[in-house]
């Protein structure tokens, strides 16, 4: 298991175009997040998935955004007619909660620059 | 809403040196506490992590200790080298609200340690 991966490494795109992000957990991992990054802060949370359900969508989501757990494997990230307040770092994250002390393991992210 | 404090938010110290990196949280009903480390334009690595019932936690040079009641957590690290460089963050998991699934960082500290 190579941890978590994430797709592409880095988004260039222009204001108005649709991207989309892929994120492979780690697969025994029932868990997935999506957390954004802007520079000189700390992520902040997207939204949750336990196995294909999307439990949780934060308020900070337009409804430009759409993620997807399709059989509770893979994750995408859409984002459709960018903003330049979309460039950020998009980390994904899963976990597996069979024991208390089992943690978060994020990937290396996406970074996306509207222009 | 919890919210998490790193201080300081910058720190330069010579090799060699021992060092305490400071972190505070306004709801003390965590789950559990997170260290982080992020190198520049790369995702997290996770460091330690927490549980609620706990109070420290020990990995090679590092160690962090959390007193949940009054909302703290430090890392320590001994003997600091260049390879510590980066950015550390804090993140607690969980809140009164019992939203035991998300994290929530602080803004970092960005650690140099000059040869």
């Known amino acids: 298991d190579t941890g978590v991966s994430q797709n592409p490494r880095h988004k260039i795109t222009k204001r108005g175009q649709n991207v989309t992000f892929r994120c492979d957990p780690i697969?025994?991992?029932?868990?997935l997040y999506w957390y954004r990054q802007t520079l000189g802060q700390g992520p902040e949370f997207l939204t949750y998935?336990?196995?294909?359900?999307?439990?949780?969508k934060s308020r900070l989501l337009s409804d430009r955004f759409s993620a997807e757990r399709p059989k509770g494997s893979f994750s995408t990230l859409e984002i459709q007619r960018t903003e330049q307040g979309d460039s950020a770092m998009y980390l994904c994250?899963?976990?597996?909660?069979?024991?208390?002390?089992?943690?978060?393991?994020f990937g290396s992210g996406t970074r996306l620059t509207v222009v | 809403k919890q919210e998490v404090t790193q201080i300081p938010a910058a720190l330069s110290v010579p090799e060699g040196e021992n060092l305490v990196l400071n972190c505070s949280f306004t709801?003390?009903?965590?789950?559990?506490l997170q260290w982080f480390r992020q190198d520049p334009g790369k995702g997290l690595t996770s460091l330690l992590l927490?549980?609620?019932?706990?109070r420290e936690q020990t990995s090679g040079r590092l160690n962090a200790s959390l007193d949940k009641s009054s909302g703290r957590s430090t890392l320590y690290i001994a003997a600091s080298q260049p390879g510590d460089s980066a950015t550390y963050l804090c993140?607690?998991?969980?809140?009164?609200?019992?939203?035991?699934?998300?994290?929530?960082f602080g803004k970092g500290t960005l650690l140099t340690v000059n040869p």
């Open positions: 697969s025994e991992h029932n868990r």
């Open positions: 998935f336990q196995n294909e359900a999307q439990l949780e």
């Open positions: 709801d003390s009903a965590i789950y559990n």
């Open positions: 993140a607690v998991e969980g809140d009164s609200g019992g939203s035991n699934y998300k994290l929530t």
């Open positions: 927490i549980q609620s019932s706990q």
């Open positions: 994250a899963s976990s597996f909660r069979r024991f208390r002390n089992d943690g978060y393991t």
